[in-house]
C-alpha cells in the first residue's frame, strides 16, 4: 500500500470525513449514540477484512504497544463524544474552529515526545491554517450565549483529544499493521463511549430507520474510510501533517451542510476556509516522509 500517494490519500480522508456533521445532524440520534455506533459500523465493516488477514494479528501485539492503543481508543472516543454533542450548543462552523487549534496541540506533541522537527514552511502554514479557522468561526464570536460557550469548550476539548490521538498514533503505526491497529483502537473507543452513555444513563438505542441509515453511513464512510485513511498515513508522514489535511473537513462540512441541511455558511467561513486550505497546502509541500521512525515509550 506504500505506493499510493499519503498526501493524495489524506485527502481523500478528508473528503470522507467532511460528510461527518451533515450525517451526525441527519442522523437526529444523541451524542453517545451517534458516537457509539460509528464506532461499532466501523469495526464491523473492518471485520471481515481482519477475518481474511488472520485473527492471529491482534495476538501478536505486544502488550506495551496494546497498551498505548488502549490509550489512543480512550483519546478517539472522548474526542467523538465531545465533537459531537458540541454540534447541539454551537454552529459547525465554530466547532470547526475550534478544532483547527488541533495542528498547534500536535506539532507542539510532535516534537516534545516523537522529536519531530517542524520546518518553517510548516510553521507558517500552520499558523495560516489556525488564523483561517477561527476566522470561520468568528460569526459565533460575534453572539455569543451561554450554550455556544459550552460548545465551544467541548469543540476545545475536542481538538486536544485527537491531538493526542494522532501524535501516539504516529509512534504506533511504525509497529503494527493498519487493520489491527484500527480494530482494537475503534474497539477501545467503543467500549469508552458506551462506559460513558451507561454513566450518563443514555440507552444506546438508535430510533428510527432515518437514523441508522445516517449511522451507517458514518461508521463507514467517515470512520472506517475517513479516518482510516489518517491512520494509514501516519506511518509515512508527519503527524502534524495528518492533522493539517484533517482541517480541510470543517471547510468542507460547510458546504456541505449548506447544500443537504439548507445551513447558510458566513462570508466569514468562506474567507476562513480560504485561508486553511492556503497554510494546509504550503504545509502539506514541505511534507516528506520520514526516515526516521518515532519511538514511544518503554516503560508503560
Same mark, same amino acid.
Given at each position: 500500500m506504500r505506493s499510493i500517494n499519503p498526501q493524495s490519500a489524506l485527502w481523500f480522508g478528508a473528503l470522507c470525513t467532511s460528510f461527518a456533521a451533515t450525517f451526525i445532524i441527519s442522523s437526529g440520534e444523541p451524542p453517545f449514540v451517534v458516537a457509539f455506533y460509528r464506532l461499532f459500523f466501523a469495526v464491523l465493516f473492518l471485520a471481515p477484512i481482519m477475518a481474511m488477514q488472520g485473527w492471529d494479528q491482534l495476538k501478536r501485539i505486544q502488550k506495551k504497544h496494546l497498551i498505548w492503543c488502549l490509550l489512543v481508543g480512550v483519546s478517539f472516543g472522548l474526542h467523538l463524544v465531545t465533537y459531537i454533542a458540541s454540534l447541539n450548543y454551537t454552529s459547525v462552523a465554530s466547532a470547526g474552529a475550534l478544532a483547527s487549534l488541533q495542528p498547534v496541540f500536535v506539532a507542539i506533541g510532535a516534537s516534545v515526545f516523537l522529536r519531530e522537527r517542524i520546518s518553517l514552511r510548516v510553521k507558517i502554514g500552520i499558523t495560516c491554517a489556525v488564523i483561517g479557522g477561527f476566522i470561520v468561526g468568528s460569526g459565533d464570536v460575534l453572539s455569543v450565549t451561554g %450554550?455556544?460557550?459550552?460548545?465551544?469548550?467541548?469543540?476545545?476539548?475536542?481538538?486536544?483529544?485527537?491531538?493526542?490521538?494522532?501524535?501516539?498514533?504516529?509512534?504506533?503505526?511504525?509497529?503494527?499493521?493498519?487493520?489491527?491497529?484500527?480494530?482494537?483502537?475503534?474497539? %477501545?473507543?467503543?467500549?469508552? #463511549?458506551?462506559?460513558? %452513555?451507561?454513566?450518563?444513563?443514555?440507552?444506546?438505542?438508535?430510533?428510527? %430507520? /432515518?437514523?441508522?441509515?445516517?449511522?451507517?453511513?458514518?461508521?463507514?464512510?467517515?470512520?472506517?474510510?475517513?479516518?482510516?485513511?489518517?491512520?494509514?498515513?501516519? /506511518?509515512?508522514?508527519?503527524?502534524?501533517?495528518?492533522?493539517?489535511?484533517?482541517?480541510?473537513?470543517?471547510?468542507?462540512?460547510?458546504?456541505? #451542510?449548506?447544500?443537504?441541511?439548507?445551513?447558510?455558511?458566513?462570508?466569514?467561513?468562506?474567507?476562513?476556509? #480560504?485561508?486553511?486550505?492556503?497554510?494546509?497546502?504550503?504545509?502539506?509541500?514541505?511534507?516528506?516522509?520520514? /526516515?526516521?521512525?518515532?519511538?514511544?515509550?518503554?516503560?508503560?
Open positions: %450554550s455556544a460557550l459550552l460548545g465551544d469548550l467541548l469543540a476545545l476539548i475536542c481538538a486536544l483529544m485527537i491531538s493526542l490521538y494522532f501524535v501516539a498514533g504516529r509512534a504506533l503505526r511504525q509497529h503494527l499493521d493498519i487493520i489491527p491497529y484500527l480494530v482494537v483502537v475503534y474497539g %477501545s473507543s467503543m467500549i469508552v #463511549v458506551a462506559a460513558l %452513555s451507561l454513566a450518563f444513563g443514555v440507552p444506546l438505542i438508535i430510533k428510527t %430507520s /432515518k437514523g441508522l441509515i445516517h449511522l451507517l453511513a458514518l461508521g463507514l464512510i467517515s470512520t472506517a474510510i475517513g479516518h482510516g485513511i489518517f491512520n494509514w498515513a501516519l /506511518k509515512y508522514v508527519h503527524a502534524s501533517a495528518v492533522s493539517l489535511v484533517m482541517l480541510a473537513s470543517p471547510v468542507a462540512e460547510t458546504v456541505w #451542510v449548506y447544500f443537504f441541511l439548507g445551513q447558510v455558511p458566513a462570508m466569514t467561513s468562506i474567507i476562513g476556509g #480560504v485561508i486553511v486550505i492556503i497554510g494546509t497546502v504550503l504545509a502539506m509541500g514541505d511534507d516528506k516522509s520520514q /526516515k526516521q521512525q518515532p519511538t514511544i515509550p518503554a516503560n508503560t
